[in-house]
């Protein structure tokens, strides 16, 4: 079981059902008032086998709410991947604003929000903002979405030191992967956090900045991307 929690099989399941469920309610409403054939039934084992197709994929993640695409490790992964199949051809080395990058990840996620867009130039503020440079750190700020949210919360507050922050957030790394969440936990904060240059809230994007970058998250994120192949 903890095998089939890790890799989304119940949620997956939950999707497929509630699916099939609002396939069966368009089914049950009626186009005119007085129909001509009968409706077919839903083929339910089909149904799942095309599911599971899909999810293998990635092809589930289209035009899905950004709910769903942050519900699982593989869904986060899988979805940067839609965003590299769908756009890297053509614009992998052009330079994209903010607004022009998240009209691209609209396009595939109508209500992503445009605050992880903004993060992630943040975190890239000194680099070139090509669409490749681009998806290397919105990996990061994806995959990591929990972790990043608690740790930007910690870095705002001006009173806290270097040594309490690097306390804090190694109980937030603990604590997302005691309940299981889809951000895994970061071994590599006791090298990096001592060693920030920079000060106040600026601390937060020199850390995700170097993070992104760290050899053992990059390997632990490659793990998990060979796994949801």
Request: charged share 30%; proline share 6%; net charge negative.
């Amino acid at each position: 079981m903890p095998y089939l929690n890790e890799q989304g099989v119940p949620e997956y399941m939950q999707d497929a059902l509630n699916q099939i469920l609002q396939i069966r309610i368009r089914r049950q409403m009626p186009v005119t008032k007085y129909p001509t054939s009968p409706k077919e039934p839903i083929n339910i084992a089909q149904f799942l086998g095309n599911y599971c197709k899909s999810v293998a994929n990635g092809t589930h993640l289209f035009k899905r709410e950004f709910e769903f695409i942050t519900l699982t490790s593989r869904n986060r992964l899988q979805f940067l991947r839609l965003l590299e199949k769908s756009f890297a051809v053509g614009l992998g080395d052009e330079t994209l604003g903010i607004a022009d990058f998240h009209s691209l990840v609209e396009l595939l996620c109508p209500d992503f929000p445009e605050a992880i867009c903004h993060d992630v130039y943040e975190i890239i503020k000194d680099e070139e903002k090509t669409l490749e440079k681009i998806l290397v750190h919105l990996r990061f700020r994806l995959l990591f979405l929990e972790f990043v949210d608690r740790a930007k919360e910690k870095f705002s507050d001006p009173e806290v030191t270097l040594e309490k922050i690097l306390d804090d957030l190694s109980v937030v790394a603990g604590t997302l992967r005691d309940n299981f969440l889809p951000s895994p936990k970061i071994y590599s904060l006791k090298e990096h956090v001592p060693n920030l240059k920079t000060e106040g809230a600026s601390r937060a994007w020199e850390l995700f900045a170097i993070l992104s970058k760290d050899p053992k998250v990059i390997s632990l994120i490659d793990s998990l991307e060979f796994d949801s192949v």
